[in-house]
């Protein structure tokens, strides 16, 4: 079986309607392309299926109240709407329909659907009446416009001896909406972005260091961004308070010099883009025992220059990523400085921004940039960076499609 779902997880909402059987068959068609998959059973779904039997399919103990104690401390409900890459509801009854397009969260399954910004695919089953009735056409009118994606219902006998539309679709009809879901695309498809984030750690001593402000938000968020623009992403990040992004590699460095070792381990790449807030010193012989206050005498702290690990990337002769992209955090003169800096590294793009204490853009979320390049400069207006981390990787990718292979 092609492992077309690898590494993906899915969180499977099972519904309370007798189509309810057929989501154990898709326990087990997703589980075979490769897919980690964990349940949640309403309570109308205990009456058809058993979490015993969901759990055994799933390999994973399955969900079902939302006040369950040892639940709650094992994974949690919004820990629980956050750790997969989709959400699948199946079956999606009129009811639980209904309840995701009102919003309502009164059981575990519906307060997690409320909960989750996942994507969302659900997989209608209900009476033909039911599914013909003007509230079901409104609510997956709703949730259309909310972005849920569906599929099915299909035609054909249903339980009741009637017929028409909403006969829940086949399993392997929903495992392969799940597998285009979930396909990779993006305009970085089959493209290797290495990204530095955050700050450096430079000992002084073993319990001292020297370090910065910077907490890696927009490096972290440009490495989210690569990975959902398709792209194979290797994250080299200092000490940061921040999760690893999903779907990206994480090297975890704590100083420069570990920083520059793990990016020349990451290559060849396609982009590098060097957003880390790299110490431009360390101190020359860092103690191997904790230094002491002694007497009146001053420690002396002599510094020696880091390796500057964008310089050494974009000079570099064999192995520069055809795309260099530098940082600029500057507190004055910004593009000026940006400009020089795009010569004296030798990169090919700088986002160059001004962090001075009153912009709040150090440890904040938003951003004001200005893209330089040797054609010119071009200043955004302020945007989350989450969304100049969206905006950088799509004129990236722009590039990447007009350069020369
Ligand atoms: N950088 C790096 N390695 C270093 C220092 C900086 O890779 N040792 C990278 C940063 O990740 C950023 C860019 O270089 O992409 C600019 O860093 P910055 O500290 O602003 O530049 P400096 O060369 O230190 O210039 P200045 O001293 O004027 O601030």
Redesign the pocket.
Known sequence: MNPSLQAKRILLVIGGGIAAYKSLDLIRRLRERGATVRCILTKGAGEFVTPLAASALSGQRSHTDLFDREDEADIGHIRLARDADLIVVAPATANLMAKMAGGHADDLASTVLLATTLPILIAPAMNVRMWLHPATARNLAALTRDGVHSVGPNEGAMAEAEFGPGRMAEPLEIAAAVERLLAPSGPLLGKHVVV?SGPTHEPIDPVRYIANRSSGKQGHAIAAAAAAAGARVTLVSGPVALPDPPGVTTLHVES?REMLQAVEGALPADIGI???????WRVAEAGTHKMKKDGNALPPLALVE??????TIAQSREGRPPLVV?????TRNVVE?ARR?LE??GCDLIVANDVSAETGVMGGDSNTVHLVTRDGVDTWPTLSKADVARQLIAHLGTLMGAAPR
Not at 274 to 280: C, H, L, M, Q, T
Not at 306 to 311: G, H, R, Y
């Open positions: 530095t420069a060097f957003a880390a807030a790299v110490a431009d880091n390796p500057d690990i964008l310089a530098g940082f600029a955090a500057e400085y800096k004296k590294k």
